[in-house]
Nanobody
Framework: QVQLVESGGGLVQAGGSLRLSCASS????????MGWFRQPPGKGREFVAA????????DYLESVKGRFTISRDNAEEVVYLQMNNLAPEDTAVYYC????????????????????WGQGTQVSVSS
């Protein structure tokens, strides 16, 4: 059974940085396209970033481009989200997700296209 476990969330001041990790187990991680999503308080889930299974193609939400970087280590079966210059509007529960299409393109922004989800990690940014 595939499990995804996020870590690295916390409370940080505006302008600070955090690195989220998502560890995978129970499945062929190197074949998964991986995505990060977030759900701000009182709002719906939104796409943040995605990386193809080889790691060649990425996609980002416009508002995080230049601040967030998604990467993966297939040997360690981990995907990361480096978040710099955080702002209060980045406050949310962050989730990682895996999709199994094995497309060379960046994985989709549509969360319904993902097969597995983690439990989430809270990121809070104070002003």
């Amino acid at each position: 059974q595939v499990q995804l476990v996020e870590s690295g969330g916390g409370l940080v001041q505006a302008g600070g940085s955090l690195r989220l990790s998502c560890a995978s187990s129970g499945g062929p991680f190197p074949t998964y396209g991986m995505g990060w999503f977030r759900q701000p308080p009182g709002k719906g889930r939104e796409f943040v970033a995605a990386i193809s299974w080889i790691g060649r193609n990425t996609d980002y939400l416009e508002s995080v481009k230049g601040r967030f970087t998604i990467s993966r280590d297939n040997a360690e079966e981990v995907v990361y989200l480096q978040m710099n210059n955080l702002a209060p509007e980045d406050t949310a529960v962050y989730y990682c997700a895996a999709e199994t299409s094995m497309s060379d393109l960046a994985p989709p922004r549509d969360g319904t296209q993902y097969d597995y989800w983690g439990q989430g990690t809270q990121v809070s940014v104070s002003s």
